[in-house]
């Protein structure tokens, strides 16, 4: 067990629809981290918080957003959905830029 | 740009073979780090190393072991005396060192360990 809580474990939706991922970071860990796992893609960053702020983006839609609450869980939200974003979104926390990384179980999306 | 390449995409072995599996890197830092992940079929992702580009000597734990050799860009995984429980998916990881954990990550290379 990482200590890393993500909610829920499977989705399905529909095309268009919109989602909401939610993620509880290890007690004490800052930075939250959302990876996107695709066939299409392989594992890719998405986006990255540290203690509120957004910290650095990689290749995240502009239909997704995130974002850290104050007490540090993080939210992925993605909208208009599509088929390829059918994938295993992971949260991932650290205590810094710099500490080890810890993976969530993932959140499963299947969009039809 | 940063890049990672795992050209073993599916490698079969019986039980108690040793097999390594491949990872080679592109960066244009002169310090980064690099990783390994396992992630079993039950899909969790299960850090195993992290190495600096730095230290340069080789790691063993149990029967894991990996090779790095900065004059190849390469991170090998090799894997002695494997057993069915180490079928997964192995993903080799790339980062710089400001930021550790925005992993740049490798196709992955799918480990089937046959009894």
């Known amino acids: 067990d990482s200590g890393v809580t993500q909610t829920p474990k499977h989705l399905i939706t529909a095309t268009g629809q919109r989602v909401t991922l939610r993620c509880s970071p290890r007690s004490g860990d800052l930075s939250v981290y959302w990876y996107q796992q695709s066939l299409d893609q392989g594992l890719q960053f998405l986006i990255q918080y540290y203690n509120g702020e957004e910290r650095a983006k990689g290749n995240i839609l502009e239909r997704f957003s995130a974002q850290q609450f104050p007490d540090l869980h993080s939210e992925l939200n993605l909208s208009s959905l599509e088929l390829g974003d059918s994938a295993l979104y992971f949260c991932?926390?650290?205590?810094?830029?710099?500490?080890?990384?810890?993976f969530g179980e993932g959140s499963r999306l299947t969009v039809l | 740009a940063q890049k990672v390449t795992q050209a073993q995409t599916e490698i079969s072995v019986v039980e108690k073979e040793d097999v390594t599996l491949d990872c080679v890197y592109e960066?244009?830092?002169?310090?980064?780090?690099l990783f390994w992940y396992k992630q079993p079929p039950s899909g969790e992702l299960v850090f195993l190393i992290r190495?600096?580009?730095?230290?340069?000597q080789n790691e063993i734990s149990g029967r894991y072991s990996w090779n790095f050799q900065k004059s190849t860009s390469s991170f090998n995984f090799t894997i002695t005396a494997s057993q069915v429980v180490d079928s997964a998916v192995y993903f080799c990881?790339?980062?710089?060192?400001?930021?550790?954990?925005?992993?740049?990550f490798g196709q992955g290379t799918t480990l089937q360990v046959k009894p």
């Open positions: 991932a926390s650290s205590v810094s830029h710099k500490g080890e990384l810890f």
């Open positions: 990881a790339l980062s710089e060192p400001s930021n550790t954990g925005k992993l740049i």
């Open positions: 960066t244009r830092d002169t310090t980064y780090y």
């Open positions: 190495r600096n580009s730095f230290d340069e």
